[in-house]
């Protein structure tokens, strides 16, 4: 039975125990009162207070018509009445359980007498008549099971407070149900079972909750209301977001998730991360999700990133449903595909330009669109102009995931030798009006660093707000809301090691990812600081292997390098952008990365203490490879398997190789389809191209007949027109005059 476990705390006589309509409330409140307490008065005050800040912020960050109460809703046998009395104990709120304290007051009769007299169709709404004369404050609030069935009175509920789902296991719902001696609920009908009227009834349940509390398998009463009470706790020490280079004083207001999504980069030249910790979830919690679909899974990980001040969950599950949909062409999204017993490919391809920047490229646009209604409404109209950098899959991305955005221009630079010549396609035939295309007489370094230029010039960008109504924003992984997606896939990819069989929920795995920027594989660590067991986290280089020296030594060294263009070239970086929030997290100091940052912007270098790339050392590894071992590793990949691998994918295997524990799966995360880098992947398989033609290339790859099969857009994509041919010279003032003459259009 699932009984009310207390620390200090007696347990309660089995008459007490929930789902036994025996006992009023008032007489368990009595019980309380009578027993010795949780915590001492002064802590329940103390936590009071600090519950008072969370609703205040609920009601200055866009809830202004939200009451006071928690409102605790789910499924019969969730243990809505149990969670209540021990929260609201620990809040010192009076608690109210509707069944008892509102229906049964309110009809004079027992619910199961009332029940009987207007039988089950008509239930719902004597239920939801009765809630919708209802209000009260200061109070945890328990509904019954059928409540939320009601719209217009579950519309009222919702006003009144704030409304926790306690997501509950169907196993353990059927299994109280049974104890309870439970054999048909409010509209089951003959020939309906327990479980299917369970599995209807949560589409009500995830219409109308503002917060969701994932509960682990056998969950107490007790852990639940932990699990609840922390939550409410975390919540109201949710103060937003920092620049890594800044200290913020305690209490100082901080931008929320939308002011950071429009904004890019912060005005000190920093990176936006939460002030707060990174969200944990227990491995209970993470089984929870193992068969869940990928869009289920991204939107129960974003939620807990995402207050629901900043983006509600109704608003964030139909951004997620319209990410994810029609636009990608496998129906996992992202599917980890096994090679043998080591190594798990992780297939993040399937979007509609071909890479891994389409997970999260579509979704980003939604952030920007909702900030930008937002701020709108209260600012008047402001057009947003994104700037791009591209080392080669984030333009594209972009240009597809902003298409036809109205109220958002993109520009996007790529080093004009630097990509390959199927991403060049992808990127020069954009058609969107609001886009623009321009290769640079540079690499990539300046293109990024470019862009961090014209974003603290203050003097510019008050003449194009001035002159244009336009503000400036980032889509690379340098803006958190483009870099928070990537979470989700990494998470995704060990738990579907878990759905496949290959490891139990809490054993170890590997991850190596090919790494440029640092976004994708700083993804990951936070995926680890959430509480998926990952061991090593291995960074992947080519010759342009700064990341591996800095991991190896704590030096971060530009001051002696040149960036070699190689066959992967979206890794083609010096500057990796995203180290800056590793750096932060691991120091917990925006002055000391304030300082490193200077010294790299000075002197090209830096290095961390000791003790710093120690902590490091225990989570990521990393070395580099040649492109020779590269092309080896294609070759050879795809002759004991099949497979085919882009040449960035391989740089990963190859270094994962090296890595590789006999007794841990490693998960290799293939960021790009190999028909984007046609030439080089047919080279390194022996079948010389003669052109490098994307039409040509193409015919050479469907007679590998390899997995997996060719990208069915891709194709199309590159054979449209060539739209976009400007070219400029490596200069920022030349930048600037480029994006006037855009905007001017």
Known sequence: MFSIKMTFLPRLPRCFLPGRRVFSSRLVTGVFERCPCLYATSTRKKHSRRFLSYQEGFLTRGFRSKGNNVILMGSPGAGKTAVGRILGHRLGRKVVDIDDDVLETVWGMSVADKLSQVGSDGFVDAEGQALLQYSTNDAVISLSGSNPMHKKAMEHVKSLGTVVYLDVEDGDILNRLAEMKVNRIVGQN?????????????????????????????????????????????????????????????????????????????????????????????????????????????????????????????????????????????????????????YYVHELFHGPTASFKDLALQLTPHFFSEGISRRSTSDGPVKFLILVATSGDTGSAVLEGFKGNAKTSVMVLYPKEGVSEIQKAQMVSADDPNTRVIGVNGDFDFCQTAIKTIFNDLSFNKKLMDTFSVQLSAANSLNWGRLLPQVVYHASAYLDLVKSGAISMGEMADLCVPTGNFGNILAAYYVKEMGIPFNNLVCASNENNVLTEFFHTGSYNMATRHLQQTISPSIDILKSSNLERLIYHASGSGTVVANLMRLLEENKVFKISDDLRNELSTIFKAAFTSEERCLDTIRSTFKHTGYVMDTHTAVAMDIASRFAHPNRPMIISATAHYSKFAYDVLTGLRHYPSSHHPAELFTSLRKLDARPPLHASLEFVVSRPKLQNAVCEADISTLMEEIEIFLKR
Not at 239 to 261: C, K, M, N
Not at 277 to 299: M, T
């Open 190 to 342: 003959e020939g309906i079972s327990m479980s299917e009227i369970l599995q209807y009834r949560k589409q009500f349940y995830e219409s109308s909750y503002d917060v969701r509390i994932t509960c682990a398998r056998g969950d107490s009463a007790e852990e639940i209301a932990d699990k609840v009470f922390q939550h409410l706790m975390d919540s109201a020490a949710d103060a937003g977001y920092v620049s890594t280079r800044t200290e913020y004083p305690d209490g100082e207001e901080s931008p929320g998730f939308l002011d950071v999504v429009l904004e890019g980069l912060a005005p000190d030249g920093g990176l936006y991360v939460p002030k707060e910790k990174i969200p944990h979830l227990s491995l209970g919690q993470w089984e929870r999700l193992v068969n869940c679909s990928y869009k289920e899974r991204a939107l129960r990980i974003l939620e807990t990133w995402l207050s629901p001040t900043d983006l509600h969950p109704s608003i964030l599950q139909s951004m997620v449903t319209k990410a994810y949909s029609h636009n990608f062409q496998h129906e996992a999204i992202a599917p980890l595909v096994k090679l043998n017993d080591q």
